[in-house]
């Protein structure tokens, strides 16, 4: 197998333990366990951290934040404007959950727009949703993200079975 990256970082809160940082975890074991030079790297950067209790038997490592080339920084799809902020390293989206990434609640369409609205202010959403972040690779875990991607005009990786990660 041909490695495309020296390391490979995935981006995870520290001390969330709920399936999205589970997810995290359990990419960064597959993709080990295929060779793949994967580390989970946990937020804020500016603090160490370590592996939650419910994850250890994930056995992942942990690295700090290196934005260096030759290095994927993959990001979950809430976080896509620390992604844009990667200078030297490649980064990209993990698409773990359209409705995080869109703020749907589906209380209604209005109270949803308006929670985005305020995540664009905010500074944590781009102004016209995805078609913003064509420079990052996007992998997609579900049908649904993909569908929303490619209508935003780009094609992601599925990321759907782990175990044929494109990475």
């Keep these: 197998m041909t490695q495309l990256y020296k390391k490979i970082l995935i981006v995870c809160p520290a001390g969330a333990v709920t399936g999205g940082p589970e997810a995290l975890h359990q990419l960064a074991a597959h993709m080990n366990d295929l060779g793949l030079p994967a580390f989970m790297c946990y937020l804020p950067f500016n603090q160490s951290a370590i592996v939650p209790p419910p994850y250890e038997h994930y056995k992942t490592q942990a690295l700090p934040y290196e934005d260096t080339a030759g290095n994927l920084i993959l990001f979950p799809e809430v976080y896509p404007m620390l992604a ?5 390293a490649q980064a990209g989206l993990w698409w773990l959950s359209l409705d995080n990434f869109l703020e749907r609640r589906h209380v209604s369409s209005l109270h949803d727009r308006i929670r985005y609205l305020k995540r664009v202010i905010q500074g944590h959403r781009p102004w016209s949703g995805a078609r913003n972040l064509k420079k990052l690779l996007h ?11 490619r209508s935003c005009g780009i094609d992601p990786i599925p990321l759907i079975e782990i175990g044929r990660a494109h990475v």
């Design 84 to 88: 844009l902020k990667v200078r030297h």
């Design 139 to 149: 992998f997609s875990q579900t049908e649904h993200s993909s569908q929303y991607l």
